[in-house]
């Protein structure tokens, strides 16, 4: 009689032969594509082990500084509120403006960073928000409702201060405390009469005209990166360190409401009008200013 038994025996040991070199295939495989650089064919955990570490240590200083801002805006705001029906409403409500628009920017720049870090393959900490908060959110979340006061009284503008911080590739810069950063135009002409403006027709009239027209929020910290030679800068929106340097004025300090407007009366009289190019161009333009 057939001997089945061992014809079984021998059929399973080709079966686990079989098997085996199978095995041994797949692996020779997997190791021939590791050393080719194929590494999307590995298993993921292998591909996250050997990613580099997310750095995210932008994140809580970027959302601290949101958190300020946010209480910036809500401050700026309830100051526009005190302003209504005086000479200010407009300036106030234009430093709003300015305020809302740099939270936004900020809001943006967090959540591209996040995003670029995340589409990398990092992961994000459980501590690190996955978006900024939008500015309405914000305001809930850091502002107390504030009441419509009435207005405060103006600080005199010499007892603004400045601080030196690290400007851009132009060395250190001298900028107001943020306290200081917007002016009133009660401070705006105290600020000309500083700098040496005389306030007759042709002189202070025509260029506060013109101010209001280039820096509508009387920030002294405007600064239009568009423009060419390092961009624009203060109250006066000068381009450029070409005018201070001429008006023998200090660059550094060219956010200081003063030095701003004093390198701007040496535009003024060494061109001896408003308008035309090197000039205020676009805003003597508007309001029909020599």
């Known amino acids: 009689m057939p001997d089945y038994d061992a014809q079984e025996g021998s059929a399973l040991r080709r079966l686990l032969v079989c098997l085996g070199a199978i095995a041994l295939f797949i692996t020779l495989i997997v190791i021939g594509l ?33 958190n300020a801002a946010a209480i910036q805006v809500c401050g700026a705001e309830a100051t526009a509120r005190a302003a209504h029906g005086t000479a200010n409403e407009d300036v106030r409500k234009a430093q709003v403006e300015v305020l809302v628009a740099e939270y936004q920017q900020s809001e ?18 459980s501590g690190v928000p996955s978006k900024a908060l939008p500015l309405d959110l914000a305001r809930a979340r850091n502002c107390i409702r504030v009441a419509v006061a009435e207005p405060k009284q103006t600080k005199p503008l010499a007892a603004l201060t400045l601080a030196i911080a690290q400007g851009d590739d132009s060395g250190p810069v001298w900028i107001p405390a943020p306290e200081n950063r917007f002016l009133t135009l009660e401070q705006l ?26 820096t509508r929020s009387l920030d002294t910290m405007a600064h239009n ?25 200090d660059f550094s300090r060219r956010f200081d409401p003063v030095v701003n407007l004093r390198t701007a009366l040496w535009l003024r009289t060494a061109r001896g009008h408003f308008g035309g190019t090197g000039g205020w161009f676009n805003c003597a333009k508007l309001w029909g200013i020599e």
């Open 108 to 125: 943006r720049d967090y959540n591209a960073a996040v995003r670029a870090i995340v589409e990398a393959g990092g992961r994000r900490p």
């Open 34 to 66: 590791s050393a080719t650089g194929t590494a999307h064919l590995l298993p993921m955990q292998a591909r996250a082990a050997s990613s580099p570490a997310a750095n995210w240590d932008f994140a809580r200083p970027a959302v601290d500084r949101m």
């Open 189 to 214: 002409d105290a600020a000309a009469a500083m700098a040496g403006w005389p306030n007759e027709p042709g002189w202070w009239p025509e260029m506060r005209k013109i101010i209001l027209c280039e």
């Open 225 to 249: 990166t568009s423009d060419p030679y390092g961009g624009s800068y203060g109250l006066a929106q000068l381009n450029g360190s070409y005018h201070f340097a001429n008006a023998g004025q």
